[in-house]
């Protein structure tokens, strides 16, 4: 007869991450802070498009963001650039975010004035669509040269998320990827996603995003 104890210790650890999100969420909408996590792979133009995002936004907006990284503080040295409030998260070896390190962030950066907070999460597709961060909002940037199997192969992540950002369009001519097939893929796991083709690059797209940011940030406020 077996005598030792089975702790399901990932459940736990989601539970509790999802208890201390659901508050974070909570403090955030009284703040009226509206919080984006931003996830992608490494290469996929996250922080090009979110230096876009920001010059697009920040005459109407205060906007702070999180560089979160294993190591190293050159995506928020780019950002700073911008002129927007950025504090760079060390995660220590972690490959994700999880809400009780946003907190954590979210306090260093300081979210008094700020309408429009951005999480940009350590880039991979696997565990930072694990752990809700608290955020308002859930977004992703898949890149044309990554490939357009991506959805077959990391169906979670483009099941949380609010929207799908499909950049580098500007090169899609040179790569086999077919946009049809990926906007289907993203739609039959998550049929309620917004699909935006975006080039960081050159701009395309650009407008249209920040509109949807707009409308999400307006809505949260109320």
């Not at 369009?169 to 739609?187: C, G, P, Q, T």
């Not at 080039?199 to 999400?216: L, P, V």
Request: net charge negative.
């Amino acid at each position: 007869m077996d005598t030792y104890k089975v702790l399901e210790i990932k459940q736990s650890v989601f539970e509790d991450n999802n208890r201390q999100a659901d508050l974070l969420r909570e403090q955030l909408k009284k703040e009226k802070t509206f919080l984006l996590n931003l996830m992608s792979s490494p290469g996929s133009g996250k922080t090009t498009t979110l230096t876009k995002t920001i010059n697009a936004l920040k005459d109407e907006m205060n906007i702070g963001v999180m560089e979160a990284d294993i190591d190293s503080d050159v995506d928020a040295n780019t950002i700073s650039q911008t002129g927007a409030k950025v504090i760079q998260l060390h995660t220590g070896g972690m490959c994700h975010l999880d809400a009780d390190m946003t907190k954590q962030g979210l306090i260093g950066l300081g979210t008094e004035g700020i309408d429009f907070a951005i999480l940009e999460n350590v880039g991979n597709l696997v565990c930072p669509a694990e752990f809700d961060t608290g955020s308002s909002k859930n977004a992703m940037i898949l890149s044309v040269p990554e490939g357009d199997d991506k959805p077959l192969k990391y169906p979670l992540m483009f099941k949380i998320v609010d929207v799908l950002l499909i950049n580098k369009m500007d090169v899609i001519e040179y790569f086999d990827f077919d946009l049809e097939a990926v906007e289907e893929r993203a739609k039959k796991l998550n049929p309620n996603i917004k699909i935006i083709p975006i080039s960081a690059r050159t701009g395309e797209g650009i407008d249209e995003w920040a509109d949807w940011i707009r409308t999400e940030v307006k809505e949260w406020n109320q």
